[in-house]
């Protein structure tokens, strides 16, 4: 838990907001905002998210989520390789 709150702490000062959208993500996650959308649409793997309102509705990512889903993310990666 340790390292979930120092990178949503990390990402909190970066950002100045609770949560980020589709373009910062992509920038935390070094993935293009179409692959994000993609995993969208597919239900494929990404940090849980909160959609809004209406057609123009976008899609939030809360800061705690991403945080979780890196710490997960890079802990994956690690024992793979």
């Given at each position: 838990m340790e390292?979930?709150?120092?990178?949503?702490?990390?990402?909190?000062?970066?950002y100045s907001k609770e949560r980020i959208g589709k373009?910062?993500?992509?920038?935390?996650?070094?993935?293009s905002v179409s692959t994000i959308n993609y995993r969208i649409s597919n239900k494929l793997d990404l940090p849980?998210?909160?959609?809004?309102n209406?057609?123009?509705?976008?899609?939030?990512?809360p800061l705690m989520e991403v945080a979780k889903y890196l710490v997960k993310t890079v802990k994956v990666?690690?024992?793979v390789c």
């Amino acid at each position: 838990m340790e390292d979930v709150l120092m990178i949503y702490n990390q990402l909190r000062s970066k950002y100045s907001k609770e949560r980020i959208g589709k373009k910062e993500l992509a920038v935390e996650l070094s993935i293009s905002v179409s692959t994000i959308n993609y995993r969208i649409s597919n239900k494929l793997d990404l940090p849980n998210y909160q959609k809004g309102n209406g057609k123009r509705g976008g899609v939030f990512f809360p800061l705690m989520e991403v945080a979780k889903y890196l710490v997960k993310t890079v802990k994956v990666m690690s024992e793979v390789c």
